[in-house]
Structure formats: structure tokens, C-alpha cells
């Protein structure tokens, strides 16, 4: 079974600064995707970003980006230029390519940006 | 932008009763799944459908619950004699293929309090 762990309970930044949230994984299997997802108060669930792990270059979106270190089974996401807006929980999830769809999600980490 | 509209947002009812919660998903979408949040913990898979079947389920959906696609747009969770430890954010998702590269689209939730 896949697990998916978030280090970082909490996590706080000051704005227009840098921050980088952890996520590590553990999979046996070779094709695989992985996300993050951003869970503001409104408790809606929005993805951030999404890597391949066939693709070995890391993805891009905007002030978003992640460092996939498959080797490792790491999967870090940086946010650059911190906003207030950027202040929620962030879930880290999994998902295989041979199950139906399932999405295994770590603990979050929730992020503070201060002003 | 197509969205996955989860009705009501915020659904209280008695504990022993029994609740349906309401999915529409984006309308070319052929994959549904149901996930849990827990207050505070992690986002949990629940069932995963496609073409009128169920194609997963976690421990957690026991025969208490159930899912139904009973017309050409609506995707429904019926949990049956509510507990206290239903009480959780219900996301419902959606997905254009199984693959991850057409990514699971989530609902804003339906929160559901079981007193």
C-alpha cells in the first residue's frame, strides 16, 4: 500500500519571501502521479500542481514548482513570492497508475503567510 | 469552468438517521469517486465508480454506505443510520479518464454534523 508523509505539521512565511513544504512517499510501483493540493478556510479542495513520475523534469506553475527526487521518493513543493492568499492547508497526495483513481493524501501542512 | 457541484454545503441530521449526499459532476466525466475529511485529519478515499459500478473501496466504506448514479447527472453518497464519527467534509471528485493525467477535479463539500 502506498503511504504518503508530510513532515511539517505547520509551517509560517512572510510574504513575497520563499517556503518549501515536504512530502515523502513510499510506492512499489514505477508509474505514478503525484499533487498538491491547496485546502483554504472555504475548505474547498484546489489543485496546486501536478508531476509525472515518468517525466523527469520537475513541473511549474507559476510561483509554484516542486522538486521530485524519485530515487528518493520526495516530492517538495516551493512557493515563491508568498502571497496572503497562499495561506491554507496543503495536502500532498498520490496516485498510482493501476488502481482505480484512488488518491492517497498525506496529513497536510498548514501554512501561515504574515504580512 | 466546469465545476463538480456538491449539494447541500452543509447537511446536520440526527444520529441513527439516515443522509444522502448530492454530487453533480462535470458532464463528460466518466470516473466519480467520494472521499472523507475527518476535522483536522487527513483526506480519505472512499469509493471510486465508472459505468454504474463501484471500481473501489476503502475499509471505510462498509455496508453502512452506498453510492448510485440514478440518472445521467447525479452522483449520490447514502450513509445509512449516521453515527457520530460520520461527522467529516465529504468531497465528491470527478475525472475525464482513470489516468491521473486527467486530473480529479473536487467539489467545495458537503459538510455533514451528525448530533
Known amino acids: 500500500a502506498q503511504t504518503v508523509t508530510q513532515s511539517q505539521p505547520e509551517m509560517s512565511v512572510q510574504e513575497a519571501e520563499t517556503v518549501t513544504l515536504s512530502c515523502t512517499y513510499d510506492t512499489s510501483e514505477n508509474n505514478y502521479y503525484l499533487f498538491w493540493y491547496k485546502q483554504p478556510p472555504s475548505r474547498q479542495m484546489i489543485l496546486v500542481i501536478r508531476?509525472?513520475?515518468?517525466?523527469?523534469q520537475n513541473a511549474t506553475e507559476n510561483r509554484f514548482s516542486v522538486n521530485f527526487q524519485k530515487a528518493a521518493k520526495s516530492f517538495s513543493l516551493k512557493i515563491s513570492d508568498s502571497q496572503l492568499g497562499d495561506t491554507a492547508m496543503y495536502f500532498c497526495a498520490f496516485m498510482g497508475n493501476t488502481n482505480a483513481g484512488k488518491s492517497t493524501f498525506g496529513d497536510g501542512t498548514t501554512l501561515t503567510v504574515k504580512p | 469552468e466546469p465545476e463538480v457541484t456538491q449539494t447541500p454545503s452543509h447537511q446536520v441530521t440526527q444520529m441513527g438517521q439516515e443522509v444522502i449526499l448530492r454530487c453533480v459532476p462535470i458532464?463528460?466525466?466518466?470516473?466519480f469517486y467520494w472521499y472523507r475529511q475527518i476535522l483536522g485529519q487527513k483526506v480519505e478515499f472512499l469509493v471510486s465508480?465508472?459505468?454504474?459500478?463501484?471500481?473501489?473501496k476503502s475499509e471505510i466504506f462498509d455496508d453502512q454506505f452506498s453510492v448510485e448514479r440514478p440518472d445521467g447527472s447525479n452522483f449520490t453518497l447514502k450513509i445509512r443510520s449516521t453515527k457520530l464519527e460520520d461527522s467529516a467534509m465529504y468531497f465528491c471528485?470527478?475525472?475525464?479518464?482513470?489516468?491521473?493525467?486527467?486530473?480529479?477535479?473536487f467539489g467545495a463539500g458537503t459538510r455533514l454534523s451528525v448530533l
Open positions: 508531476q509525472e513520475a515518468y517525466k523527469q
Open positions: 458532464s463528460n466525466h466518466l470516473y
Open positions: 471528485a470527478s475525472s475525464e479518464r482513470q489516468l491521473a493525467k486527467n486530473i480529479q477535479y
Open positions: 465508480f465508472y459505468n454504474n459500478e463501484i471500481s473501489e
